[in-house]
């Protein structure tokens, strides 16, 4: 005899073995389904904790961050990790606390934290798609062990001013002409990419009495090209740093800002390819 057929219903159907689905390694901790859409608020962009763990590598693999820079539970951006977000902000652990426990999104959030890093996609040779920020670079930068360039307190000034020069060397000795041999041995010691540029205010001669800031006060964020390094501050930031060092953002004088050695025109620092390998100012 024949059996009559059983429908099938919801308990004879095999259960889908939650164990066996993929989680990515930039997804070691779940997000919430609220915080994977636009927001619970109309305009604002949900707060979502960054646990992406390659991203999270390359920026201590790349900067050198000390154990007390804690990026790994600390920073928070406004899109999911997979969606890889522009910008990245630190918060304190009881403030990173208060936003993982609102799942449902009830505090109505317009900012948050310091903003540490943007993102950086235009050079594929760079190890850490993320640049540091100046504005959180007071937050930052007592905590970064690599990526750190000093040079001459007028070649400071000097590329405030003229926002990328060249410090690779070519047949005129362009480099030289800007940047003295420790300054060079610096920048072809330092990896591609973002790079911090704090001025040597020990024994300078030129230093405007003006002057009372710390060089850590006075470091600026950079790009580190194949040939140049370039200017990652818009030019309202970098005349407020000439003005902090005693020197008018708009007419200060070769006087004080000149070169390490003399050059015979302002053609000399012309490069060809200072803007193929300039990242887009912010």
């Given at each position: 005899?024949?059996?009559?057929?059983?429908?099938?219903?919801?308990?004879?159907?095999?259960?889908?073995?939650?164990?066996?689905?993929?989680?990515?390694?930039?997804?070691?901790?779940?997000?919430?389904?609220?915080?994977?859409?636009?927001?619970?608020?109309?305009?604002?962009?949900?707060?979502?904790?960054?646990?992406?763990?390659?991203?999270?590598?390359?920026?201590?693999?790349?900067y050198?961050?000390?154990?007390?820079?804690?990026?790994?539970?600390?920073?928070?951006?406004?899109?999911?990790?997979?969606?890889?977000?522009?910008?990245?902000?630190?918060?304190?652990?009881?403030?990173?606390?208060?936003?993982?426990?609102?799942?449902?999104?009830?505090?109505?959030?317009?900012?948050?934290?310091?903003?540490?890093?943007?993102?950086?996609?235009?050079?594929?040779?760079v190890?850490c798609?993320?640049?540091?920020?100046?504005?959180?670079?007071?937050?930052?930068?007592?905590?970064?062990?690599?990526?750190?360039?000093?040079?001459?307190?007028?070649?400071?000034?000097?590329?405030?001013?003229?926002?990328n020069?060249?410090?690779?060397?070519?047949?005129?000795?362009?480099?030289?002409?800007?940047?003295?041999?420790?300054?060079?041995?610096?920048?072809?010691?330092t990896?591609?990419g973002?790079?911090?540029?704090?001025?040597?205010?020990?024994?300078?001669?030129?230093?405007?009495?003006?002057?009372?800031?710390?060089?850590?006060?006075?470091?600026?964020?950079?790009?580190?090209?194949?040939?140049?390094?370039?200017?990652?501050?818009?030019?309202?930031?970098s005349?407020?740093?000439?003005?902090?060092?005693?020197?008018?953002?708009?007419?200060?004088?070769?006087?004080?800002?000149?070169?390490?050695?003399?050059?015979?025109?302002?053609?000399?620092?012309a490069?060809?390819?200072?803007?193929?390998?300039?990242?887009?100012?912010?």
């Amino acid at each position: 005899p024949v059996e009559p057929a059983v429908e099938p219903t919801a308990t004879s159907a095999p259960q889908e073995d939650q164990d066996s689905k993929a989680v990515s390694d930039c997804e070691p901790k779940p997000v919430p389904a609220s915080r994977g859409g636009p927001g619970r608020w109309p305009g604002l962009d949900p707060i979502c904790p960054v646990r992406c763990a390659k991203l999270i590598d390359s920026l201590e693999q790349f900067y050198g961050f000390t154990p007390e820079f804690c990026v790994r539970t600390q920073l928070v951006s406004r899109a999911p990790d997979d969606q890889r977000p522009k910008r990245l902000y630190y918060v304190n652990k009881g403030l990173c606390r208060v936003l993982e426990a609102d799942e449902k999104e009830k505090l109505k959030v317009i900012s948050v934290g310091v903003k540490c890093f943007e993102r950086q996609d235009r050079d594929d040779n760079v190890p850490c798609k993320y640049r540091l920020s100046q504005e959180g670079l007071p937050l930052t930068l007592p905590h970064i062990r690599k990526q750190i360039v000093h040079v001459e307190f007028s070649e400071y000034c000097t590329l405030l001013q003229k926002r990328n020069l060249p410090f690779k060397h070519d047949n005129t000795d362009t480099a030289l002409k800007v940047f003295s041999p420790k300054s060079l041995e610096g920048f072809n010691n330092t990896a591609q990419g973002c790079v911090v540029l704090v001025p040597n205010l020990n024994g300078a001669e030129d230093i405007p009495s003006a002057i009372a800031s710390e060089p850590a006060d006075l470091a600026v964020v950079c790009w580190l090209g194949n040939a140049t390094v370039n200017l990652m501050v818009s030019k309202a930031e970098s005349a407020q740093l000439l003005e902090r060092v005693g020197l008018d953002g708009r007419t200060a004088g070769d006087a004080i800002c000149k070169p390490v050695l003399p050059v015979k025109s302002t053609d000399d620092l012309a490069v060809n390819d200072s803007n193929k390998d300039a990242p887009e100012e912010p």
